[in-house]
């Protein structure tokens, strides 16, 4: 199967101007491809740059240089160059991201946070909250929490409903951000074959888990982000 | 992807004497849309909101507007009925102080009939069914439709501000720092309520706030400006989270963190 | 003892040919408020110097003038203005609607059908229809330029939420050859279809803001409404107690302290015209007579009133005899205003409008004054 994602001499350099405009190299010359029905883990210790790869492919990050050339919509589009609202129709139709924590918007109760995603997508509101709710109920959240906004949950809870909310769509890109840090065993087996599920879906996932377990569980392929660490001197 | 901007705006510049106003601003937005544009006050934003508004006639550049027949017209080309039809229709221009946006001596049911009356609407009840639907669309309680503004709190007024605009379906809606006034719970609800319209309807807005909090929440997109020009544009998340313009990282670092 | 030293009709002759400019104007863009340099008359503003002035300004040596004041001949108002141009100008004076070329009326429309060649000139406090939600000139200038009407709308809007149905009596917006929207002056909404196709030349002078409007002969002239909510005429429920009209506008007459009233005609040449053809309403001297009056088919029972009305007081006696007479004390401006107000009633008072017919303390004209 051909790669839907390639990353090809990417960089990325932090330029702090409010400490004098110095410059810090975070990755160098990264490359690697995802492919559809794998999961993909990033590896290495931390603060080597895993979730600025992650962020840079979600369009969250601006690159420096190189290149992430992207399946979508039956083209290709480098998100690096590409103008904002291509990186927003990538969002919505092709990249899918559960980031580590839950940007809470304020009065939205969590079955609507869940179901949103797929209401921007066209579905039927109905259909959308029915499908957050089994995701939810699979994920063990009491139904009780399902219509209060996350904003006073605990981590696991606030977790588990940016877990459902990233999976809830069908994107054929998945990036996960350590979706399991603040979740119990029972829940992290869940996530595990929901992942598994996503893969058989013919997904491409790109993850971080510092969790072993899990990473041992769902991990296809190990990138080594260390290998990508830019020569300090050089820069 | 809808394939053509539903505004575009080319080297607009404003200048008063020597002072710069805004200069040489570019820009395009699509329909369905958000566009922030933050800085702080005197940064020139609200000139280039009146700018591109037709409110304020810049100095050079052109504003460029789809009309609904597809076509793209000059703004400032446009005849004065032109124009002002299109203020009132497809359009519609939230203020910072509602009372700016709203007749105050007036009930709020006849407020928000307003523009249904301007374009033609000649049947009361059907008037006022509409005014009634859109004051429960904004949360605004049936049994206060006949209630001038004046006997309405800060939140309420811009609710109903808000729902005055919206009525006749406008594709662009401009808005000069909507929360402004309000009190922080206030301008969550407030905040929740645009975010569901703007969705449900697919309007095209333009915001300008001094709030990034209020950019990341409504906005996909964010211009930065200073001393009246852009310096930073791209998308919200990408430039609060990664800001590259020296000005940016600086207004980013401020936020206060709860 | 001198002869009077004013021009003929008062005005300078300079002044008056810039106000049949105005006038000429006006009649070209019928309902267009045509903007003029009001002069200072001998009459504070409010007491209709808009309309004297226009009237000045088209009076010739042949016309024959009659003033009416809610409808009435004998007035103050009335009587001072037709005194005045009796003085300046020489010119003949009548109180029948027919034989007049000329009328100058403040709030009402004379009954009697005007006929080709006749004038009516409107006394006019607040001409701008729009004012009252719209404050800044400019604005509403453009708004009439660019047809801009909505705002009308939401006053009538208004008026139904807060009343359930348009509670505006008099003033009633109306438009004009489906162009300008007008305001009729304070005129009851009665008068409005009046306005329509007339055979006459209406004139609008508003003196204190310097406007004059016009309705050429057989205009187009619609009131304002929302399908749901018809424009719809005042109904009274019985005709002239003087006279036995019907589908005319009557004034309520308070009788005595103890709640009698009666309801006559506000159109008082109207009224004296029907009796004197032999038409009496059930309160009349000689009431009686009505029993054989051909349209009233001796229709003499009714609420409160006839034969079996015990209670009520004398009938009013003297029929009206002309100027200067006021013997007939009045309430309000006519019945619907005591029952119903809107907003328009409350602006049109702050305004500073002379009352009703019963005013005392009408300023002498200056003019009488001098002499």
């Known amino acids: 199967m051909p790669p839907v994602l390639v990353v090809s001499r990417l960089a990325k350099t932090f330029t702090m101007h409010l400490r004098g405009g110095i410059e810090l190299p975070v990755i160098a010359n990264a490359a690697f491809a995802l492919h559809p029905g794998t999961c993909a883990v990033l590896g290495g210790p931390s603060g080597v740059g895993k979730s600025s790869i992650l962020k840079m492919l979600y369009g969250n990050y601006a690159a420096s240089s190189g290149r992430i050339l992207v399946r979508h919509r039956g083209g290709e589009v480098d998100l690096v160059t590409a103008e904002p609202r291509t990186i927003l129709d990538l969002r919505r139709e092709t990249i899918g991201y559960v980031s580590q924590f839950l940007r809470v918007v304020p009065r939205v109760g969590a079955l609507d946070i869940v179901a ?119 820069a | 992807m809808n394939e053509f901007p539903l505004l575009s705006v080319r080297s607009v510049t404003k200048t008063y004497g020597a002072r710069i106003g805004c200069a040489d601003v570019n820009f395009d937005v699509w329909p369905g849309e958000v566009l922030a544009v933050v800085g702080e006050s005197g940064s020139g934003k609200t000139t280039l909101l009146n700018c591109i508004s037709t409110r304020l006639e810049p100095t050079a550049g052109t504003v460029s507007y789809r009309m609904r027949d597809g076509e793209m017209r000059d703004l400032y080309r446009l005849g004065e009925a032109e124009r002002r039809f299109l203020l009132r229709t497809d359009w519609g221009f939230v203020h910072q102080n509602p009372a700016d946006g709203l007749r105050m001596t007036v009930s709020a049911g006849a407020n928000v009939g307003e523009r249904l009356m301007a374009i033609g609407d000649r049947h009361y009840g059907r008037i006022r069914d509409t005014a009634t639907d859109w004051l429960g669309r904004v949360e605004i309680g049936a049994d206060r439709i006949d209630d001038q503004p004046r006997a309405f709190s800060g939140g309420m007024r811009q609710r109903l501000q808000i729902a005055r605009n919206l009525v006749t379906a406008p594709r662009l809606v401009f808005m000069d720092e909507p929360t402004g006034g309000l009190d922080v719970s206030v301008q969550a609800r407030l905040l929740d309520l645009l975010r569901g319209l703007v969705h449900d309807l697919g309007l095209a807005v333009i915001i300008v706030t001094h709030d990034l909090a209020v950019a990341r929440l409504l906005s996909h997109r964010m211009m930065v400006m200073k001393d009246g020009r852009v310096v930073e544009h791209g998308l919200t998340d990408r430039l609060l989270d990664d800001p590259r313009a020296p000005y940016t990282q600086l207004l980013v670092s401020s936020i206060l963190q709860v | 003892m001198n002869a009077p030293t004013y021009n003929f009709a008062y005005l300078d002759e300079q002044t008056k040919r810039m106000i049949r400019r105005a006038i000429l104007k006006a009649i070209a863009i019928p309902g267009y408020q045509v903007p003029f ?335």
């Open chain 3, 37 to 371: 340099a009001s002069r200072e008359m001998p009459m504070p503003y409010g007491w209709g110097t808009g309309g004297v002035q226009v009237t000045a300004a088209i009076l010739g040596p042949d016309d024959v003038l009659k003033v009416i004041d809610q409808g009435a001949d004998d007035t103050t108002n009335a009587v001072s203005i037709r005194k005045f141009f009796q003085r300046v100008a020489g010119i003949g004076t009548t109180t029948s609607t027919g034989d007049a070329t000329i009328i100058q009326t403040r709030h009402r429309i004379p009954e009697q059908p005007l006929h080709e060649g006749q004038v009516l000139v409107y006394q006019v406090p607040i001409p701008e229809p729009l004012r009252f939600l719209e404050p800044r000139e400019t604005e509403t200038r453009k708004m009439h330029a660019l047809e801009e009407y909505g705002l009308m709308h939401v006053k009538l809007y208004e008026d139904i939420a807060r009343n359930g149905h348009i509670a505006t009596t008099y003033a009633y917006p109306v438009k004009v050859e489906g162009r300008y929207v007008m305001d009729p002056s304070p005129t009851p909404k009665f008068d409005n279809p009046k306005m329509h196709m007339s055979a006459a030349l209406q004139l609008f002078g508003a003196g204190r803001e310097k406007r004059i409007y016009a309705l050429p002969p057989h205009t187009e002239v619609v009131s304002l409404d929302f399908e749901d909510h018809p424009f719809e005429v005042q109904r009274f429920d019985k005709p002239c107690a003087l006279c036995g009209a019907e589908q005319v506008y009557l004034d309520e007459v308070v009788l005595d302290d103890r709640g009698g009233r009666m309801f006559v005609c506000s159109d008082t040449d109207h009224c004296e015209t029907r009796r004197a053809n032999g038409f009496f309403g059930e309160m009349a001297e000689g009431g009686h007579d009505a029993q054989t009056s051909p349209l009233r088919g001796g229709r003499t029972e009714g609420p409160g009133g006839g034969e079996d009305g015990t209670n009520i007081p004398p009938p009013l006696t003297p029929p009206l005899k002309g100027e200067g007479n006021l013997s007939r004390p009045v309430a309000g401006v006519g019945s619907c205003k005591t029952s119903e107000t809107s907003s328009f009633d409350c602006v049109a008072q702050a305004e500073g409008t002379p009352p009703g017919r019963t005013s005392s303390g009408h300023p002498p004209l200056k003019g009488e004054g001098s002499r």
């Open chain 1, 116 to 234: 949103e995603p797929l209401v921007e997508r066209g579905t039927d509101r109905r259909d959308a909250a029915r499908r957050a709710g089994d995701l939810l109920a699979r994920l063990n959240l009491p139904e009780r929490l399902w219509s209060l906004p996350p904003a006073t949950f605990s981590g696991g809870e606030q977790q588990r409903v940016n877990i459902a909310r990233g999976f809830i769509t069908d994107h054929p890109i998945l990036l996960l951000d350590e979706p399991t840090a603040s979740l119990d065993a029972a829940n992290r087996a869940v996530v595990v074959e929901m992942i598994a599920e996503k893969k058989r879906a013919g997904v491409a996932l790109l993850g971080i888990f510092h969790d072993v377990e899990v990473r041992n569980a769902v991990a296809d392929v190990v990138i080594d982000v260390a290998g990508f660490a830019p020569d300090r001197k050089a």
